[in-house]
């Protein structure tokens, strides 16, 4: 993961590519190796891929909003969500409950 945040900083022109190869580790379920669970939240992150976030299963979603290292990505998942309110009906009620958008 290390490489792949370099790559995206050292040639912008890739980071469609880069949002596409996250998209396949989240089907190979990323999150069970830690060190690289981190890699991938700070690439995602750096990178705005808030769409890819939001497609994570809830409880790995909500385990991201917890993560102590990212303290801004509710908020900024929160105003992605408010800014594309088409995305948000297509959203399941977990996800909008686990980022505080509904009660």
């Known amino acids: ?6 790559t995206s ?3 912008p022109q ?8 996250l998209q396949r580790l989240v089907g190979k379920k990323i999150w069970e190796d830690v060190r690289q669970w ?3 939240l700070m690439c995602a ?5 808030y769409p ?4 994570l299963p ?3 979603l909500q385990a991201a909003l917890n993560n102590k290292r990212m303290p801004d990505l509710r908020q900024k998942l929160c105003d992605f969500v408010k800014q594309n309110g088409q995305a948000a009906q297509r959203l399941p009620r977990t996800t909008l409950q686990a ?5």
């Open 14 to 21: 890739l980071n469609g590519f880069i949002v596409n190869l």
């Open 99 to 103: 980022l505080g958008v509904l009660q």
């Open 52 to 55: 890819l976030l939001l497609q």
């Open 45 to 49: 992150t750096k990178l705005q891929a």
């Open 1 to 6: 993961m290390r490489t792949v945040i370099q």
């Open 38 to 40: 981190q890699g991938f």
């Open 58 to 60: 809830t409880p790995h």
């Open 9 to 11: 900083s050292a040639c």
